[in-house]
Structures are given as C-alpha cells and as structure tokens.
C-alpha cells in the first residue's frame, strides 16, 4: 500500500441513509472516517424519495378534504394548484435536510469527498472531484451503500418517459393534465395517488390483474377499489408498446393490445437495479447475486474481506430504516465484537397511497407457504368522519394470529395514517403479543384503531 495516500479507518462509497448513518456513528467513535457522494447528501430517500413524496401526498389530500368538509357545514373550495409553490417549497426543505446531513457528518469529524468513489484495490478508492480533481485515499475498511436507481424498460420511446427522480423538478408548465403511470409496486400507486389528488386525470397501468405483489391479497384488493372510487383509472394486464412524442408535446401511447392512449407525462416506476456501475467490483472479483446487488455475509461482508457493503445495493428491502438499522449493525460487528446477525422478521411499512396502508408480519400466503395453521381476525367499515363527510372511503383492518401459541404474526391495515397506527402494533408483535394480550388491551374510543383490540371472531 502507498503509505502517503490520506489513510482512514473507514471510507465510506455513498452518503443516502445507511452511509451516512455509518460514517457519522464511526466517526463520533472516534475512527478516522471519510464519505464519498457525488450527487446529494442524504440520498434517495432525502432528495427523490421519501422526504418529498410524503410532502406531495400531503398536498394531493386537500383537495379531498374540502369535499369532505361540505358535509360538516364547512363552505370552501379549492381555487387551483400552483405546482411551483409546491415543487419550490419541497426542494428549499430538502436543502435545509441537506445542510444538517452535512452537519451530521463533519459535526464528528467525518471528511466529505465530494465525487464519485472507486475501488483501486481492496483497500485503496479512487476519487474522481466533481471539481475535476484525482486523488486515491486508502482504507481498512471500505464500505459501498451507493443504493439503487429507478430504470425504464426498453421500450421504443421511453425516454419520453420520466421515473421518480425526475418528478420532483418539473419545470412550471410540465405538471401534467393527464399523467400515465406505469407499474403496480409502491411507488407507482403512491405517485398515482399524488397525480389524481392534484387535480391530473391519472391512469396507472400494471401488467398484472392487482397492484403491490407481495402485499397481503385482501389489502390489494382492497386499496386497488378503494384507488378507483377515488378516480385513478387502473390498466391491469396492460403493458406499452411504444411512446410517440407528438407535435403539441402531448406523448401518444400505444399498448400490446392495440388499444392507444394521450397524456401529457409518463412516470415508469417499474423497479430499481443497484447502483454498482463504476466501481470497479468485477475487477476485484467481488461477488455479485444473480440480480445485480453485492453478496455479501450476515454482517455485509463482501467476498473481499476489506470491503463492506449495505443498504439498497444488497438486496435486502428497499426501506430507509433497513439501511440505518444495517449501519448500526455494522458498526456494532465491526468495532464492538457483535456477533447476532440482524433480524429481518416483522419489518413494518407504510405505503402512502390513498387511503393508506400500514403492515407487518406475515401475510395469509407466507403462513401457507411456511405451514403455518391460523385464524384471520378481520373489519372492514366505514370511518366515523365518512358517516357526515359522504365519502365512500372505507377501512380494512387484518390480524393474523398463530394457533399454537395464539402469538399474533401479522397485522395489516388500510386506512386514514395507516402507518401511525401500525408502527405501535409493530412494537406489539416484535414484543411477541399474543392475541389475548390484544383482547385484554383498552381501545381508545373513538376511533379507528380501537378495531385492532375489539375483533373477536375468527374469520370463518
């Protein structure tokens, strides 16, 4: 190893969540640590994910709620959307959020490399400046949490096309009257919920019959009505042909099934791929999984001992608090002697479509598939607010409870803050409740929520 190269502890390829978190959590331990990012601190969650679509779903829910209040005696109207205002005032909070991650990182000592970070050798990374500058920093240890980026299928006009990352930063007259989106994942429905609620006729378009596989069946079903009654025109078994770009700048679509369709924006949210280009891992004959993402043990090691890697470009779920929990797993093995590999049972998540969902634990088909014998504990109603306001939303609630030990296993939920409501059921369940305990527990009245402590017959 060249003994003048800047050396450190840990070097760090990526600053989204899971980087961040471990870089800044070495360092307050006192290790030597750099971070390298060549976009924007905080990642995909910060900059193009989480942070500002939950601040969009915000916004495409007012509408509905001044429907809502006429049925409460509240006269008021929507005078119109100003996609600037919204699109304007999102992007200075994610510089704000910026600001603090930077803080986050040099606050402890951490030293940021702005550029683009790849592997020389197993302990040596290049960085090439955003600035034009080249240097090599070395490392004991490098870690890659560079992430995953959304990606368009190869169909003939689909650079017509936008994805995720773009949406956030459409110029003022580029919010659409009519938005196409493509998928059926999570990302998909939630942007559908956001076009439709801002005032675009929208159309999700899916090649399967229901949206979000892998999601409990009743829950799909369910949101997949629920998406409809609140005005999304939903395309299942469909698939594009190709996109023609037309004179007026409207995109003219044509489908597998001959039929064709004008709108204004197309949004693909058709699935990730890792974010592994450039960094040099074939060349050091670091392993990859079939899929693209980095192999690595049960504490991120990848098959080059001295190199790490976690977060999106692994594999595991595509959920910000999996990187953070996976940085402190890392750390906790690398420098404190932790020995219990990280435990990916009963993972809550949120969609935040609308109404939203909340979940955790097993669905009815992973109790199949693993021979589990089971009760359903099931309601299905219409919300106080609903009964005044005239809405047709409703709520669906799922507990799933193990039989032979009447441990419950799995709680679903769609619903008005679906994701608050679970996130403490999530607690429960990871606590080990039992289906009694939830019994013996006092609802709190009235609400929504109760519902999950009051359901006491078994689906039959």
């Known amino acids: 190893m060249n003994t003048e190269l800047q050396h450190f502890d840990l070097v760090v390829i990526g600053a989204g969540s899971g980087g961040v978190r471990s870089a800044r959590m070495a360092a307050a331990q006192g290790k030597k640590v750099a971070i390298i990012e060549n976009r924007y601190l905080g990642g995909t969650c910060v900059n193009v994910g989480c942070v500002p679509k939950k601040m969009f779903v915000y916004a495409s829910e007012y509408s509905e709620k001044m429907e809502e209040a006429k049925g409460f005696g509240i006269d008021g109207q929507i005078n119109g959307f100003h996609w600037p205002t919204l699109r304007d005032n999102k992007t200075n909070e ?123 069946e009743d829950i799909r079903a369910f949101v997949q009505g629920q998406m409809q009654e609140k005005g999304v025109n939903i395309r299942p078994e469909t698939e594009i042909e190709r996109i023609e770009k037309q004179a007026d700048g409207s995109l003219l679509v044509f489908y597998t099934n001959n039929e064709q369709q004008e709108v204004d924006l197309i949004l693909y949210a058709t699935g990730r791929r890792p974010m592994t280009d450039g960094l040099n891992l074939e060349k050091l004959g670091i392993e990859l999984n079939n899929n693209g993402t980095i192999k690595v043990d049960d504490f991120f090691k990848s098959s080059l001992p001295s190199v790490y890697a976690l977060g999106d470009v692994i594999g595991t779920p595509q959920l910000t608090p999996i990187a953070l929990a996976q940085g402190m797993k890392f750390l906790a093995h690398m420098y404190h002697g932790d020995t219990v590999p990280m435990n990916y049972d009963n993972i809550p998540t949120a969609v935040f479509c609308q109404p939203n969902i909340g979940t955790v634990g097993l669905t009815e088909d992973q109790c199949k598939a693993k021979g589990i014998d089971f009760d359903v504990y099931e309601s299905n109603f219409k919300p106080l607010k609903h009964t005044i306001s005239g809405m047709n939303e409703r709520t669906l609630m799922k507990l799933i409870v193990n039989k032979a030990d009447d441990k419950v296993i799995g709680a679903h939920m769609v619903g008005h803050d679906a994701g608050e409501t679970v996130q403490g059921i999530a607690v429960a369940i990871t606590a080990g409740a039992t289906k009694a305990d939830f019994n013996a527990t006092i609802g709190i009245h009235p609400t929504s929520a109760e519902e999950f402590v009051t359901m006491r017959s078994a689906r039959s």
């Open 94 to 216: 994610i510089s704000r959020l910026n600001g603090i991650y930077e803080n986050l990182l040099t606050g402890p000592g951490a030293t940021i490399f702005n550029g683009t970070g790849s592997l020389v050798d197993a302990n040596t990374v290049h960085v090439q400046g955003q600035d034009g500058s080249e240097q090599d920093i070395s490392a004991e240890t490098v870690l890659i949490a560079t992430g995953s980026w959304p990606f368009k299928p190869d169909v003939p006009g689909a650079e017509h096309a936008i994805t995720s990352n773009e949406v956030f930063n459409l110029a003022d007259e580029d919010f659409p009257k009519r938005a196409l989106v493509v998928g059926a994942g999570y990302i998909a429905v939630e942007f559908a919920g956001i076009f439709n609620g801002l005032g675009a006729e929208t159309t999700l378009a899916c090649r399967k019959g229901l949206v979000l596989r892998g999601f409990d």
